[in-house]
């Protein structure tokens, strides 16, 4: 058994203990926070624009240098991937990576299947890249979860376009086998707002003769058509009607990435000021495109004290410093067009809702059934373990507020956002909460636990 334990003086005790058990799963024990969190946060790199820096300048022509590279687990896997295929990558550190590009039709097929670990972003973009390679075959798996995760989303428009892919439970899930081939270019129509789809279209489009355009019904992050015109590609934005074409063939160039901290990281952070009392927290260096700055726009609703700084732009992104402290929360409605710019945060901003006056209803989030787990379900059964108020929504969630919850034993379901939202929660629940399978944090955030014990002992 490994412990790692932080506590303060009696008046103001915090004590956070990861306890790791015989087959390595980790447990994380918290007890409640009984005055404010306090500090100056760093958070890690942007995991949307790490994942996409890898891989556009693993296609590119030329040496691309990526600053603030994220290193969870989900980003180390899409670099693994396209290691395997021949790109040359330095070791991966915050501080530089270096990717020497092979071209967009330089990768190799594998002597080995490519394994995409828990990383939905690497197996979804890295199909429309590999659908392209004329002549290559490529077999692409991930773990459990990923495994059960739907693929077709992303295999339905890619076939429309020529490509030949065959999966398991009629072409839904992994493992998947792709035959690359010649493309032709379309106008998709895409059914849902996802980053993911419209990323797996365009890089698929990059190298098809022609423009490939993706409209969607609301607009999803725009990252990536960001980074394609930062490495020299024929972009074409219409934001009224929420499209996005790209024009090939076009061979990228290789270019400096500055990646910015990742607000969905800067979400827990968010919530721990606005719900503990007395917090005062400053987030540094945070992203705010505004196709991710959901959370901020609902935490505002809800009435946090939330004061944005220091704007300005790194790399093509909006960058800012975020300070939040602890206030009155009230209950609200979110739907519609606000919840792609938040999906990743709904399980945090669900722990916000059970210290809101009243009650919070979040809709036309049914895309949270098929993330790393169930996100509605497992966030409304393990609150509700926590005395909390959780009705589970076909689409969402409705949360009536309560004034503190209790300690417990919670499951992360392997999910790494439940495990960390999971972790905000405890700091207002009376006594003890033990969260199981915790290490999953290292998925998107391997400092978490660190980070929550600097701002408890400031």
């Known amino acids: ?97 270096t990717v020497r590009g092979v071209g967009d039709s330089g990768l190799q097929e594998p002597t080995d299947v490519l394994d995409a670990g828990n990383s939905g972003t690497t197996m979804r973009l890295m199909l429309g890249i590999l659908a392209a390679q004329q002549d290559k075959f490529f077999c692409v798996t991930g773990d459990e979860s990923l495994r059960s995760r739907p693929m077709s989303r992303v295999i339905k428009p890619l076939r429309e376009m020529g490509a030949i892919i065959y999966g398991r439970k009629g072409n839904e899930n992994a493992p998947l086998a792709v035959v690359g081939q010649r493309l032709k270019p379309i106008h998709y129509h895409s059914p849902i707002a996802s980053a993911q789809v419209k990323s797996c279209i365009l890089l698929a489009g990059l190298m098809t003769e022609g423009k490939t355009t993706v409209t969607e019904p609301f607009l999803s992050r725009d990252h990536t058509e960001r980074m394609l015109q930062a490495f020299g590609a024929r972009v074409e934005i219409d934001a009224e009607t929420h499209s996005v074409t790209v024009e090939g063939p076009t061979q990228l160039r290789g270019t400096t990435v500055i990646v910015p901290g990742d607000i969905s990281s800067a ?18 260096n945070v992203g705010i495109n505004p196709t991710r700055t ?12 939330i004061t944005i700084m220091n704007q300005r732009e790194m790399a093509g ?29 709904i399980p945090i901003l669900a722990v916000a809702a059970c210290f809101a006056k009243g009650t919070t209803v ?44 209790l300690g417990a034993q919670v499951d992360s379901y392997n999910d790494h956002r439940i495990a960390m939202s999971l972790a905000i929660a405890a700091l207002r629940a009376k006594g003890e909460t033990v969260i199981h399978r915790a290490e999953a944090v290292s998925i998107s955030y391997p400092d978490f636990v660190e980070t929550l014990t600097h701002i408890a002992l400031f």
């Open 267 to 284: 979400a827990f952070w968010l919530v721990a000021g606005a719900i503990v009392p007395s917090s005062d927290i400053t987030i540094t």
């Open 317 to 345: 992104e909006p960058v800012a410093d975020l300070r939040v402290r602890c206030s009155s929360l009230q209950g609200c409605t979110l739907s519609g067009e606000i919840i792609p710019r938040l999906i990743d945060e």
């Open 362 to 405: 979040i809709r036309d989030a049914a895309e949270l059934r098929v993330k790393e787990s169930d996100r509605l379900a497992v966030m409304a059964s393990q609150l509700g373990k926590m005395g909390a108020k959780v009705t589970e929504l076909p689409d969402g969630l409705e949360i009536q507020g309560v004034d503190s919850l």
């Open 1 to 97: 058994m490994v412990e790692y334990e932080g506590c303060r003086e009696k008046q103001r005790i915090i004590v956070i203990k990861e306890i790791k058990d015989s087959a390595n799963s980790t447990s994380l024990v918290i007890r409640k926070s009984a005055e404010g969190l306090k500090g100056k946060i760093n958070i890690p790199g942007d995991k949307s624009i790490s994942h996409r820096a890898l891989m556009l300048g693993s296609i590119a022509e030329g040496e691309t240098i990526i600053r603030g590279l994220l290193l969870g687990e989900d980003p180390r896997s899409t670099a693994k991937c396209f290691a395997a295929m021949g790109v040359r990558i330095s070791e991966l550190n915050s501080n530089q990576v």
């Open 294 to 305: 959901g959370i901020l726009e609902a935490l505002e609703k809800m009435g946090a004290d």
